[in-house]
């Protein structure tokens, strides 16, 4: 692949000879980090890559985005320049993420870009409905405490950052930066023209259960929902895990792994 910003892609995995390549977006509140862990779980030759959005990691001297279309742009812009070298690549994205990464794919595809050989999203509802009172937690209106509480709790969030008032403090402003940029998020009717597989937590409150019926209509080729254990981040062990997943990572002879057109492959996984 050609060399692109570390700052804005940043290589998490490198193989020599890599036959593809994962492309990881990140979700409300969140950067790079959280893909690190992936890289042991890696499937061999294939390099793992993950965008950080303006305003953290090392584009934090930045301004943050300001509104969805802003984000969309950044983000489709990182995808082109790190598959710019060609070569099949999978997009994926969770939560916030999961929308940007289908939006990245619809906007590659009206340029005349290289599409992803697979779209992977999770735990997100399908966007078609526009932003519902569901999908917005957390929510402008939270407390500082209240939005910490809900990272701890639904995400990631370190515990020696709730230790730290400056940590604390930088986490809050970034969850709301992000915040503010999914609440404009809006629909524009379309769909993307690649296989899609959607990944949900059986315990996580914001998915509704008909995420993956709706996502499936939402691509015009073949589309899988898998069901995992645990709430938004599913348990530290699936999360540490997930590419191993995702069958498009593994198909032989470089040929995407697919189910047969409008098939939905609801699997409820240990």
Known sequence: MSAVP?????????????????????????????????????????????????????RFVEDFADSWGALAEDATAAVRAATAAGGPYVLFGHSMGGWMAFDVTCRLAA????????LVVSSCNAPDRGLTARDRFPAQRDGDGELLTWMSTHGLLPAHVLGDEDLTEMAVELMRADIRVRDTFTYGGAKVTVPLQVFSGADDPVVGDD??????????????HDVLPGGHFYTPEVWRTLPDR???????????????TGHTDRRRAA
Do not use: N, S
Not at 39 to 53: E, G, R
């Open 6 to 58: 570390d700052t804005t892609v940043v290589a998490l995995k490198r193989t020599e000879g890599a036959e593809r390549t994962l492309v990881c977006l990140g979700f409300c509140g969140g950067g790079t980090a959280a893909y690190h862990k992936w890289a042991a779980a890696m499937p061999a030759a294939t390099d793992l890559l993950a965008v950080c959005y303006p305003g953290r990691e090392g």
């Open 111 to 118: 340029a005349g870009d290289p599409a992803p050989e697979a």
């Open 211 to 224: 995420a993956g019926t709706r996502w499936g209509g939402l691509t015009t080729a073949a589309h899988r």
């Open 246 to 260: 995702i069958p498009a990572l593994t198909a032989p002879d470089g040929q995407p792994h697919t189910l047969p």
